[in-house]
């Protein structure tokens, strides 16, 4: 289960925001075209489009190649959590957080994070050590 989340999460930023919203209203929570149409005020057409543009993406995306380079900004916001995350430093990791961040569950694992407007928006935890070798990651650290 934990490694078809991994994968959906890293499907999903290869989407710009409007379409995973459709992916996932239309895929995951199966909702009704036209409701998720009413939700993010625009028609029922351009809820099927934008949905068929999510599953060409998903479909033409290699997930198992090497991931995409990260942005510098997301470098730096990427170290400032690692430090404050070593040093076990909460007001630091607090600062980084947006407002409405979510947090998932289990610490000390492979973790996902999302960021949005130079903020850590979601951070997603992935306990199974077996995942670490599909990122190319040691399955531990030695100091």
Not at 89 to 116: G, I, Q, W
């Amino acid at each position: 289960r934990d490694s078809v989340r991994l994968a959906f999460i890293a499907a999903l930023q290869y989407l710009p925001p409007r379409q995973r919203a459709v992916l996932i209203l239309r895929e995951v929570l199966r909702w009704p075209a036209s409701e998720v149409a009413v939700l993010l005020d625009t028609t029922v057409v351009s809820v099927n489009s934008a949905l068929q543009r999510a599953r060409t993406t998903l479909a033409s995306t290699d997930l198992h190649a090497s991931p995409r380079p990260i942005d510098p900004d997301q470098q730096v916001l990427l170290d400032q959590y690692i430090d404050a995350f070593e040093r076990y430093d909460v007001d630091s990791l607090v600062a980084l957080l947006h407002d409405d961040a979510t947090f998932s569950m289990p610490p000390f694992a492979l973790v996902v994070m999302e960021t949005n407007d130079g903020r850590i928006s979601g951070l997603h935890h992935f306990l199974s050590p077996e995942l670490f070798a599909l990122f190319g990651l040691p399955s531990e650290l030695r100091g």
